[in-house]
């Protein structure tokens, strides 16, 4: 039976390992998005591969593919909630090898998100700039492929990797019976 001290000292691991994680993917979108505001605001596109993808400055004053347009005070109440969220339940999580794929999926989800808010807050929009043009996907940035990827995943492994009862951690509403 595992003592309440080394529960403890898990879940501070735990909780800086998230953090640490997350300030570096955090950093590593904001400074994608400072290239961006840099070398592409108010300049033309700029084609990677031409006709399928490009570099293409442009502004987002709402959510994900431009819906919400111009609902700033929503995010500004919903992103936090969904932060602290995704930071509980990522200490819910059971640690070992087994639900490490998870905790990435908890560290993406919180990273993409926070750093969509950093842009929110300090710019009042969110800057995009990678655009797949052979399908014409709306243009979007690295936090949002954070996120997406992890809802992917987290779809993946709810659907396929994890069995019903393994899954008990998300399930905060019940208390725990002891």
Not at 22 to 51: C, M, R
Not at 99 to 119: E, I, Q, R, T
């Amino acid at each position: 039976m595992e003592r309440k001290t080394d529960h403890d000292s898990h879940k501070w691991k735990a909780a800086f390992l998230f953090l640490v994680l997350s300030v570096l993917l955090i950093a590593l979108d904001q400074w994608t998005k400072f290239l961006a505001v840099t070398h592409l605001e108010g300049k033309p596109t700029w084609p990677l591969i031409p006709g399928v993808f490009e570099f293409s400055y442009t502004v987002n004053y709402g959510a994900a593919f431009g819906i919400l347009q111009n609902r700033q005070l929503l995010f500004y109440i919903t992103t936090p909630v969904i932060l602290a969220a995704v930071f509980y339940l990522y200490l819910q999580v059971p640690a070992g090898r087994r639900y490490l794929p998870m905790k990435w999926v908890g560290v993406f989800l919180f990273s993409g998100a926070a750093g969509n808010l950093v842009d929110r807050a300090a710019r009042g929009y969110v800057v995009d700039f990678l655009y797949f043009r052979l399908i014409d996907f709306p243009v979007f940035n690295v936090a949002d492929c954070y996120v997406t990827v992890a809802t992917a995943a987290l779809f993946v492994l709810i659907l396929f990797v994890y069995k019903e009862d393994e899954l008990g951690f998300f399930k905060v509403w019940e208390r725990k019976k002891q």
